[in-house]
């Protein structure tokens, strides 16, 4: 390897998906190092299926970071950052483990990424099992709608053929300097320890001046989102529950409006998207019960 070869560091977040995370990490194998010194940094918070002695055992370049469990998502991808900075990475892409890569995906980024200073480069996200359909990308900012809201028909073809730019980003595959973590700090992991801190990331980078754009031919194949009950489905003391008390669902009131509060372009527009989210909460709701469906 060339003494003048780029730091980059790979940093993914791991629990209890033993296979997933040495698919993942198979697939990381094949792609293209030219010109790059790759290090993948695996914080394994706490897995009990033995998903850090299969990686040591099959991949024993990879740096294992252990957690107690308690880590989460933030946390645990914030400590994977700790490490990489702290092994001088140049560049830093964080990632889920539950994703195939096309081997040029990471030199893309790059490409990407040099040809726009002061960029942050995220991937073409798809689905593994509707290859062609485009995953979580290109969110906008609608305040009447009740906040973000994602395109649901972008394929690989119908999408802008170079890089472009989008409002936010989601943390399943990104490229981002050292220095501009450096200038903007960690993820939040106190107040989104399971989700949204990528969301409030993105802003905080943008309100700084950092452009983001997704590398539509970054290609990463992703696994589809598992989606919690719907309220509906739940009985009342189970709603009152999660809307209210339970600040790991992704339904909760007070996580809802921190998200908004933390990533909407003003606290205005956070505010009243909030509102409109709660109408669109109660009447889906209240649709299914008076509609017979619960």
Not at 151 to 178: H, I, M
């Amino acid at each position: 390897m060339s003494e003048n070869a780029r730091k980059v560091a790979i940093v993914i977040p791991v629990y209890n998906r033993r296979e997933i995370t040495l698919q993942g990490l198979r697939s990381l194998a094949r792609i293209d190092q030219a010109g790059l010194d790759v290090r993948i940094f695996i914080v394994d918070d706490g897995s009990t299926d033995g998903t850090s002695a299969a990686i040591a055992q099959e991949f024993p370049d990879v740096v294992i970071i252990h957690g107690d469990g308690t880590l989460h998502y933030a946390a645990g991808t914030n400590r994977g950052i700790e490490a990489a900075l702290e092994w001088n990475a140049d560049l830093i892409a964080t990632m889920n483990d539950d994703a195939v890569f096309h081997e040029q995906f990471l030199q893309r980024l790059i490409r990407t990424a040099d040809a726009n200073p002061r960029s942050i480069v995220g991937g073409l996200l798809l689905l593994w099992d509707e290859p062609h359909k485009v995953f979580q990308v290109g969110q906008t900012w609608h305040t009447s709608k009740g906040g973000w809201v994602i395109p649901s028909d972008w394929t690989a073809f119908s999408v802008p053929q170079t890089a472009f730019p989008v409002e936010c980003l989601v943390g399943n595959c990104l490229l981002l300097p050292a220095a501009a973590i450096r200038e903007c700090g960690l993820m939040d992991e106190k107040r989104f320890p399971h989700g949204w801190g990528d969301a409030q990331w993105m802003m905080r980078f943008a309100k700084a001046g950092w452009k983001l754009l997704v590398e539509p031919k970054a290609y990463v194949w992703c696994e589809p989102n598992t989606y919690p009950k719907p309220l509906h489905e739940m009985s009342k003391g189970k709603i009152l529950r999660t809307l209210l008390l339970d600040k790991r669902h992704p339904l909760n009131l007070s996580r809802q409006f921190i998200a908004r509060w933390e990533s909407a372009p003003t606290r205005s527009k956070a505010v009243a998207s909030f509102i409109v989210y709660l109408g669109q909460l109660a009447g889906k709701t209240l649709g299914f019960v008076s509609g017979g469906k619960k």
